[in-house]
């Protein structure tokens, strides 16, 4: 593809792994630099290497997305090394404790509305002063299936998801006179690192090894797809790539599913 993207600077929040990672990875392709934070200084320096072996178009802050003071120091690092800011994508997300209701503590629910809502907060807060001076300016946020179509599982991870779902919306009326583009993606089952906890997790209630509880859970949850697959980061990426660029001009406060059919309704 060649979406236009050259010259402008990407901020893609949780990019070391998974989603973040590919649509990072896509993004250098189409000519972006792109700004990748998260908590793992050695998981940052091996996504730079496998994406831009060079280090010309991709810079590594480690930040935790749920602290105000170091997501405000990210923006002075953007600031301070490109001067602007064109795209900011709200990737950054998961639970610390999976459970059902009864299952989780306060804490739990805490952490998962600071993570997956609050750090999209900050992250925006801070991006505002600058993406009203780009031509091109778009928030993009990273949301799921569950925030539409929750299961039986998680309710504070998928009550999350849906605030940020909300929370696009609000932003993309708020912020439409400045000409700020503002969508949510909702993302349908994806290998990732939450993926991952989740297996291990499966196998320690199943009581069955993690080779054979990923076999078991890939069935499952292909089962319930109509494309008969998990996804992947790449899947998602290309989504993204177009969100951020002059090909979508017209489109803000939409919410767009990415999940093979999964999801059960038309919206």
């Given at each position: 593809?060649?979406?236009?993207?050259?010259?402008?600077?990407?901020?893609?929040?949780?990019?070391?792994?998974?989603?973040?990672?590919?649509?990072?990875?896509?993004?250098?392709?189409?000519?972006?630099?792109?700004?990748?934070?998260?908590?793992?200084?050695?998981?940052?320096?091996?996504?730079?290497?496998?994406?831009?072996?060079?280090?010309?178009?991709?810079?590594?802050?480690?930040?935790?997305?749920?602290?105000?003071?170091?997501?405000?120091?990210?923006?002075?690092?953007?600031?301070?090394?490109?001067?602007?800011?064109?795209?900011?994508?709200?990737?950054?997300?998961?639970?610390?404790?999976?459970?059902?209701?009864?299952?989780?503590?306060?804490?739990?629910?805490?952490?998962?509305?600071?993570?997956n809502v609050m750090s999209?907060?900050?992250?925006?807060?801070?991006?505002?002063?600058?993406?009203?001076?780009?031509?091109?300016?778009?928030?993009?946020?990273?949301?799921?299936?569950?925030?539409?179509?929750?299961?039986?599982?998680?309710?504070?991870?998928?009550?999350?998801?849906?605030?940020?779902?909300?929370?696009?919306?609000?932003?993309?009326?708020?912020?439409?006179?400045?000409?700020?583009?503002?969508?949510?993606?909702?993302?349908?089952?994806?290998?990732?690192?939450?993926?991952?906890?989740?297996i291990q997790r499966i196998?320690?209630?199943?009581?069955?090894?993690?080779?054979?509880?990923?076999?078991?859970?890939e069935a499952e949850e292909?089962?319930?797809?109509?494309?008969?697959?998990?996804?992947?980061?790449?899947?998602?990426?290309?989504?993204?790539?177009?969100?951020?660029?002059?090909?979508?001009?017209?489109?803000?406060?939409?919410?767009?599913?990415?999940?093979?059919?999964?999801?059960?309704?038309?919206?």
């Amino acid at each position: 593809m060649n979406l236009g993207l050259k010259g402008r600077v990407a901020i893609i929040s949780g990019g070391n792994k998974g989603i973040g990672k590919a649509i990072a990875k896509l993004l250098v392709q189409e000519g972006a630099s792109v700004v990748i934070c998260a908590r793992g200084l050695e998981s940052l320096r091996a996504v730079r290497k496998e994406i831009d072996p060079g280090g010309r178009h991709v810079v590594l802050i480690a930040a935790d997305a749920t602290k105000p003071a170091q997501v405000r120091s990210v923006f002075n690092m953007v600031l301070k090394r490109f001067g602007k800011l064109d795209i900011l994508v709200n990737n950054v997300g998961g639970a610390s404790n999976f459970g059902n209701f009864l299952d989780l503590s306060d804490k739990d629910w805490q952490e998962a509305f600071k993570l997956n809502v609050m750090s999209a907060v900050y992250f925006t807060r801070h991006a505002l002063s600058l993406l009203k001076k780009s031509k091109s300016p778009r928030i993009i946020n990273i949301s799921s299936i569950s925030g539409v179509q929750p299961g039986f599982y998680n309710p504070h991870y998928t009550t999350a998801k849906a605030a940020v779902i909300n929370l696009s919306k609000y932003l993309a009326n708020q912020f439409a006179s400045n000409k700020i583009l503002v969508n949510v993606v909702c993302a349908g089952p994806v290998h990732s690192h939450s993926w991952d906890r989740n297996i291990q997790r499966i196998s320690e209630i199943r009581k069955i090894s993690v080779s054979e509880a990923r076999i078991q859970i890939e069935a499952e949850e292909a089962a319930k797809i109509p494309l008969g697959r998990v996804g992947e980061g790449c899947d998602v990426a290309g989504l993204i790539a177009f969100l951020a660029s002059d090909q979508a001009s017209w489109i803000t406060g939409s919410c767009f599913h990415i999940n093979g059919g999964k999801l059960h309704s038309i919206n």
